[in-house]
């Protein structure tokens, strides 16, 4: 991974010709001559055999100690620095001179090792004693205080590429003290602070950066800017030699052997490593001084060129490699054979650690592809990809047909930042697959296949969220290292897995469409008939239909396709004739037995959980059963389930078991039987991606990595799923494709709450009247039989209703307006969307309405204001009080907030309304037109504000806001979803974009993006440490409230993925401000630093926390989950009182409790699951009623959550502590969740509930007593924490129980059935883990889709499964005691569950 040239590892694929010793000239750039004809593949290692899993089989359970969490040897770097150390045999009266040098890779060591060895054997003056250390290392305590003794001893240290800021901490801690002393101290391209360290003489940085010079400015830009420091250094090393040679000697010559020194550095070869030490030693080492050693000058190859293992040079021009490369001798080519661009390092080249590069061009080329291998010196790559991947003629054509970058890094940039906008402009014009492959770095090759976590967090963060921003897909490991000489090893499983993959996305540009062969893949999520085809948000087999059509038009063969959606539902769930049980769905292939474990190479493996094949999933006992439906060249396949959804226990297990046969069985048909160009994972999603492995880098036994195989893998993801979408991708290899989630629409209000509304607006007409009292009276009356009396502040009874006046009737008719805003005004998306049909101009408004809302101060060019801040200032009153006394229930400011909200929305529509063609998309529109021509025309806000109290509004302030409107409601409404598919079909590139909530940034849009995630290391920011501490000041102001005064002492929330891409890592913030530790950039903006806040900073105690991380949270964000870990241990070990830190308090109990040997050991306080695994399964449990009792839900959550990420052990990944987990549960006073996002509540998705350990904390607490539990939900502007109770009774009036929502979820059919039952299975959730769900709210649904006959004829006919699920739900509900039913209720249900049983069972 190293950005400069490494050392000579091993044999030189190239020797490079030395010239003359010129002290003072530029060096010469040569290319090798003399390369040898081999193509090498440096070392054979298997990435097998899998990780033994839980087994169950014959009703017996055998569990490997390793899968219920047992300690393992997952630490990273573990290697030994004296395997770096090298001795004189005899120092012989020769001067010795001792060097440490400390680097990023191991690609130093065989360098530095044998440039040492050759300087020991012969020279007669001097012999070096050097001892190298990889940064990684500097983490071991044992290992720093061996590296400071080393340092303190030696006369030259040299450092390069430490970008790493808390290990260039240490590099600073242990050099400074013996920088004096040193001889010299030589650090290439690393930060700031470690460059200071830069000592040759009168040399060094700081004197650099003052002084009037080429230097000086390079210095001084550096410090402003180090996105391209690597880059700007190299360029000054090609400039600066002519430069120093017009200055005085006796001030250049210390500048100038920097300089030669860093050439020395970037050759690479034994040879100039040989010449730097002997360089640096004459003119530094007193007892050296005048030895006159025989140095040659660097020399150093292209910049920039075409490197081939078997080629006798290095190419700088395309047709001289071409015309070697067609004349060769040794292979031949098809006609059309598919072309890979390879992009590589140069510094792998030049050092001769270039095997695993070989072992890809071998790979390539016996699959019969030709390669174009590219490298680059420096780090932008997009320079040999511009240069060298275009048709030499001129005609600007592309001749390659993919791209395989072998660097692991972004296209433009380095360990420090990247230019993604200069890389996917490069590569939008390319055009071509994009694929990142990385060789391991910070590993060996046993560290990766032990751990896990696969590969290094550290890693993670530079070679696969960075590249992932370019669009870069596929991060699978090609090659490994040896721990014993660094060098770089194929690994040749990997490789192939690599160009079957790349050849095969190279394929699709190559083939006719009428000949490509689509898997379209659909879900069926819990496993049951009326849930195939599930899908955040999406109308999928509508969807399907229409992309089907689409693709028809592009000369695809889709067969006799239905005539419409309906239709091919049915023709995929079942033949004419069948009943609709799920083993009566369509069966596209009944594969044997013997055909299976012939074309399933892994099949053996599955045997440890499952059986001989074929098991009793997908199965009719003697053969294995592949569902779905071919049309032409298209199928349609059902992606079998998990399969132990049902087996309560197996959902115990700490780890998820392997797929079963028949889920092997059907990636098996789809690619060896089927024969599929590509698979289209439909919806966001099923179950592949999150199959046992390892978290990032599969090995070949990792079971997402076997099954895909080597499919191109195209996915429809939900834009505002970003982090399961990267998991997808770096999992299962998917090129993800963005989708829209539903047009939002305000929930309005219906039934009684609209006379509520009707009510309240009476009371306001005559509140100072004799009228008022008794319209109060009726408010409160209504209000309660609207079950509001819980989440507003009502008199007891009438008469205490009598007794008030008027400003305490303000403020209880202040309180119930302000719930009925709440709900008026949440945003909801109604009905499913459907891929290629974008919004409408009117169904946009709300959205619109939404983004316009909030203040973005960082907008560029102009800073972006708010529409409510505007409209407040017009009046002369600020929006933040607004906010405050409307949350309080002051009905002036309740009234305001509401007449603030309806001028906003009519200025938005209106301004739509503008632009608004005759077919209701975005156009002309005719109106507009016809005003302006007769002059009658009028500005759509002047319009919209006109009469009203804010016509004063600030001209400018709107006009910058609308203009950013209208590029919203541009990209809203832009369609590329079809065209991305398409393009992706074709072998080209799909141009990426962020995944997210399109209101907090509308850059997700518009969709048919490749998502991204974001740099983790770029969490929280600064506005995301602003939002989570007014959010945990509420949460905390709240809970004191409800305890008389009495402060939290542990708080027990959970992390999210996404949620914390949306919001730039609000969450991980509000951890952090309630331990009262201050996360800090580094110097160049990476979020990696902590800082204390004080107590008086605080103004209050330090909150202990129990943080449960997502699984997904984890994969993406495991560096900061381990800064957390540093934050809470940091936050232990203050001196500080008990009662002002709950963190040490507990810490200090538990461990005299349980013995520990440190706080440190007692304070852990980051868990989630362990490593390739997810979810606690209460989810599946639920989902399936595949439970007994709630106790049997806890111990799920409790031995698949408790896991703990150890900062002090950042390689192991997830240890099992329960001890500390359950130790730290039973002090929780709150447990609590965030919601970000409009899209997505409580009820929408089961993870919500699937993490709630409300009575968990209840059932571990000595005194019983249930924690109190709270959300916040920032989907506005006016962030709210609301009790859990309140929150799923909002979720239950705004959507459940709202015709708005259900009717629109109805428009669906087949698949609106299923959302509206999934809604009512996660409102049981909730009582199963926190008791929160009021009994009315299971009355009230019943009343809405059981008791209204009408109702429940049209469920029963659209989705007779789903409804008999959602009958069986209420069952359930009252069976365990979370619905108090009448009798006539459980009556009427039992009659409609034998009911919708006949149907489905064909019986009339």
Same mark, same amino acid.
């Given at each position: 991974m190293n950005t400069l040239p490494a050392m000579n590892i091993g044999k030189q694929t190239g020797s490079i010709q030395a010239g003359k010793t010129v002290q003072t000239a530029a060096p010469r750039i040569v290319a090798p001559r003399n390369i040898q004809a081999r193509q090498q593949v440096s070392c054979n290692v298997a990435t097998g055999p899998r990780p033994q899993l839980a087994t169950f089989k014959k009703g017996a359970v055998s569990v490997d100690l390793r899968d219920e969490g047992s300690e393992t040897s997952g630490g990273f770097t573990s290697t030994n620095p004296e395997s770096r150390r090298v001795k004189p045999n005899d120092v012989g009266g020769r001067v010795l001179v001792k060097v440490v040098y400390v680097v990023l890779e191991a690609q130093y060591q065989s360098a530095v090792s044998g440039a040492v060895n050759a300087i020991n054997k012969s020279n007669k003056k001097v012999c070096f004693e050097v001892v190298g250390y990889l940064l990684e290392e500097l983490r071991d305590a044992k290992n720093f205080e061996a590296f400071k003794k080393d340092v303190a001893v030696s006369n030259i240290f040299i450092g390069s590429l430490i970008f790493i800021e808390e290990l260039a901490e240490k590099i600073v801690e242990g050099v400074t003290p013996c920088r004096d002393s040193l001889d010299a101290c030589l650090v290439f391209p690393s930060m700031p602070a470690v460059m200071k360290l830069n000592k040759l003489g009168t040399f060094s940085m700081a004197q650099l950066g003052q002084?009037?010079?080429?230097?000086?400015?390079?210095?001084?830009?550096?410090?402003?800017?180090?996105?391209?420091?690597?880059?700007?250094?190299?360029?000054?090393?090609?400039?600066?030699?002519?430069?120093?040679?017009?200055?005085?000697?006796?001030?250049?010559?210390?500048?100038?052997?920097?300089?030669?020194?860093?050439?020395?550095?970037?050759?690479?070869?034994?040879?100039?490593?040989?010449?730097?030490?002997? !360089?640096?030693?004459?003119?530094?080492?007193?007892?050296?001084?005048? !030895?006159?050693?025989?140095?040659?000058?660097?020399?150093?190859?292209?910049?920039?060129?075409?490197?081939?293992?078997?080629?006798?040079?290095?190419?700088?021009?395309?047709?001289? =490699?071409?015309?070697?490369?067609?004349?060769?001798?040794?292979?031949?080519?098809?006609?059309?054979?598919?072309?890979?661009?390879?992009?590589?390092?140069?510094?792998?080249?030049?050092?001769?650690?270039?095997?695993?590069?070989?072992?890809?061009?071998?790979?390539?080329?016996?699959?019969?592809?030709?390669?174009?291998?590219?490298?680059?010196?420096?780090?932008?790559?997009?320079?040999?990809?511009?240069?060298?991947?275009?048709?030499?003629?001129?005609?600007?054509?592309?001749?390659?047909?993919?791209?395989?970058?072998?660097?692991?890094?972004?296209?433009?940039?380095?360990?420090?930042?990247q230019d993604a906008p200069k890389a996917i402009t490069a590569l939008k014009e390319l055009d071509v697959p994009y694929m990142v492959s990385l060789p391991l770095v910070f590993q060996t090759t046993e560290e990766w296949l032990e751990s896990d976590l696969g590969v290094h967090p550290v890693q993670v963060a530079l070679q696969v969220a960075l590249p992932e921003l370019d669009g870069g897909i596929e991060p699978i490991v090609f090659a490994g290292r040896d721990s014993n000489t660094g060098k770089s090893h194929s690994l040749p499983d990997r490789i192939s897995s690599l160009c079957g993959r790349a050849i095969n996305w190279a394929k699709l540009r190559k083939k006719a469409n009428a000949q490509k062969k689509l898997a379209v893949t659909v879900f069926s999520f819990p496993p049951d008939k009326g849930n195939v085809g599930t899908a955040a948000y999406l109308n999928v087999f509508g969807s399907i239909h229409k992309v089907l059509r689409d693709l028809q038009k592009q000369g695809y063969d889709v067969g006799p396709l239905p005539s419409n959606s309906d239709q091919l539902i049915q023709s995929v769930l079942t033949s004419k004739d069948a009943k609709f049980n799920s083993s009566d769905l369509n069966v596209a292939y009944r594969m044997k037995v013997d055909e299976y474990q012939r074309l399933c190479e892994y099949s053996e493996a599955l045997e440890e959980n499952w059986g001989k094949p074929p098991g009793n999933l997908n199965s009719n006992g003697q053969e294995l059963l592949i569902y779905g439906k071919q049309f032409g060249n298209v199928f349609i396949g059902v992606q079998p389930t998990f399969g132990y959804e049902g087996d309560p226990m197996r959902l115990l297990f700490s780890r998820s078991a392997s797929p079963h046969h028949g889920f092997a069985a059907y990636y098996t048909y789809v690619e060896k039987v089927f024969k599929a160009d590509a698979v289209l994972h439909f919806g966001t999603h099923g179950s592949l991606e999150f199959m046992p492995g390892k978290q990032v880098g599969m090995s070949g036994g990792c079971f997402p990595d076997s099954l895909i195989g080597s499919i191109p893998n195209l996915y429809y993801y939900a834009a505002n799923n970003p982090s399961e979408a990267t998991i997808a991708k770096r999992r299962s290899y998917a090129n993800t494709i963005s989708y829209l989630t539903p047009p939002a629409e305000n929930a309005g209000l219906y039934k009684g709450l609209k006379e509520l509304q009707e009510l309240i607006s009476s009371y306001q007409g005559m509140r100072e009247s004799g009228r008022a009292e008794q319209i109060c009276l009726t408010i409160v009356e209504t209000a309660r039989s609207c079950n509001l009396d819980k989440d507003c502040n009502l008199p007891a009874d009438e008469a205490a209703a009598k007794a008030l006046n008027m400003e305490e009737r303000d403020m209880v008719v202040g309180g119930v307006y302000r719930k009925l805003m709440e709900i008026e005004s949440r945003l909801l998306p109604c009905g499913l969307h459907i891929i290629g049909v974008m919004p409408s101009a009117e169904e946009a408004v709300a959205t619109l309405v939404n983004i316009a809302e909030i203040d973005r101060p960082d907008q560029q060019p102009t800073a972006i204001k708010g529409l409510p801040g505007i409209m407040a200032r017009s009046i002369g009153r600020d929006m933040e009080q607004i906010y405050r006394d409307a949350n309080r229930g002051v009905l002036a400011d309740v009234e305001l907030l509401q007449s603030i909200t309806e001028a906003c929305r009519d200025c938005v529509g209106e301004f739509v309304k503008d632009r608004t063609g005759l077919d209701g998309r975005i156009g002309q529109s005719l109106l507009t037109t016809l005003s302006k021509w007769t002059g009658f025309y009028e500005d759509p806000l002047q319009r919209a504000l006109r009469g009203t109290k804010f016509s004063t509004a600030s001209r400018a302030d709107l006009l910058d806001t609308f203009k950013y409107i209208e590029f919203c409601l541009e990209q809203i409404v832009k369609e590329n979803e079809v065209g991305a598919l398409i393009h992706a079909l074709e072998g080209k590139y799909v141009e990426p974009g962020p995944g997210g909530d399109p209101i907090r940034n509308p850059l997700v849009l518009p969709t048919g993006k490749n998502i991204h995630a974001l740099d983790p290391q770029s969490i929280p920011t600064q506005a995301a440490l602003k939002s989570a501490l007014i959010v945990v000041d509420r949460l905390i102001e709240r809970q004191r409230r409800e305890a008389g005064g009495k402060y939290p002492e542990t708080i027990a929330l959970v992390l999210w993925g996404t949620d914390n891409i949306k919001t730039y890592g609000e969450s991980l913030a509000q951890v952090m401000m309630m331990v009262g530790i201050k996360p800090v950039p580094d110097a160049l903006g990476r979020v990696n630093k902590l800082e204390v806040m004080s107590l008086e900073e605080l103004g209050r105690p330090r909150i202990d926390v129990v943080v449960n991380c997502s699984g997904v949270f984890r994969d993406l964000f495991v560096n900061q989950m381990l800064l957390l870990d540093r934050a809470v241990k940091m936050a232990a070990e203050l001196d500080e009182p008990d009662e002002m830190n709950f963190v040490r308090k507990h810490a200090k109990e538990q461990a005299k409790e349980m013995g520990l040997a440190s706080l440190r050991e007692a304070a852990v306080r980051i868990f989630s699951n362990s490593s390739g695994s997810y979810s606690s399964n209460v989810n599946l449990a639920v989902e399936n009623s595949s439970w007994s009792d709630e106790a049997q839900l806890q111990e799920m959550y409790l031995k698949r959550k408790s896991f703990a990420f150890n900062s002090d052990r950042p390689g192991v990944g997830g240890e099992e502590r329960r001890d500390i987990f359950e130790a730290s549960m039973k002090t929780v006073d709150v447990t609590f969740q965030n919601l970000d996002s409009s899209?997505?509540?409580?009820?929408?998705?089961?993870?919500?509930?699937?993490?709630?350990?409300?009575?968990?904390?209840?059932?571990?607490?000595?005194?019983?007593?249930?924690?109190?539990? =709270?959300?916040?939900?920032?989907?506005?502007?006016?962030a709210q924490v609301r009790t859990l109770g309140e929150t799923v009774r909002l979720d239950a009036r705004t959507k459940l129980l709202n015709p708005k929502w259900y009717e629109g979820m109805m428009g669906s059919g087949y698949e609106g059935v299923r959302e509206i039952q999934k809604r009512l299975t996660n409102t049981m959730g909730w009582s199963a883990t926190s008791g929160q769900v009021d009994n009315w709210v299971y009355d009230e649904a019943n009343s809405t889709f059981i008791e209204d006959p009408d109702m429940a004829k049209r469920l029963m006919d659209a989705n007779p499964n789903s409804f008999r699920k959602l009958v069986a739900t209420f069952l359930e509900a009252n069976g365990r005691g979370y619905w108090d039913a009448k009798p006539e209720q459980l009556e009427k249900l039992r009659q409609l569950y034998t009911d919708v049983e006949d149907k489905i069972e064909g019986v009339e």
């Open positions: 002084s009037k010079s080429l230097i000086g400015d390079f210095i001084k830009s550096a410090r402003k800017n180090n996105d391209n420091f690597e880059e700007g250094l190299l360029k000054l090393v090609r400039t600066l030699p002519k430069i120093l040679k017009f200055l005085p000697s006796d001030k250049a010559q210390d500048a100038r052997i920097f300089v030669q020194s860093l050439q020395y550095w970037l050759g690479g070869s034994q040879e100039n490593v040989q010449n730097l030490l002997l !360089s640096v030693a004459e003119a530094y080492v007193p007892a050296l001084k005048g !030895s006159n050693f025989a140095t040659e000058e660097p020399t150093l190859p292209p910049d920039v060129g075409i490197w081939h293992p078997l080629a006798p040079c290095m190419y700088e021009d395309i047709k001289e =490699y071409l015309n070697w490369y067609d004349t060769r001798r040794d292979m031949k080519f098809a006609p059309d054979a598919p072309v890979i661009g390879l992009v590589m390092q140069r510094s792998h080249l030049v050092t001769g650690d270039e095997g695993h590069y070989s072992g890809v061009v071998a790979g390539m080329e016996a699959r019969g592809a030709k390669v174009i291998p590219v490298f680059a010196g420096a780090l932008d790559f997009s320079s040999p990809v511009k240069k060298y991947f275009y048709d030499p003629m001129g005609s600007g054509k592309t001749s390659v047909d993919c791209v395989v970058s072998l660097t692991g890094f972004a296209l433009v940039g380095g360990p420090a930042r899209e997505i509540s409580l009820t929408d998705v089961s993870h919500y509930f699937d993490s709630d350990p409300t009575k968990l904390v209840a059932s571990l607490r000595a005194d019983g007593a249930m924690p109190a539990a =709270y959300i916040a939900d920032t989907t506005t502007a006016n």
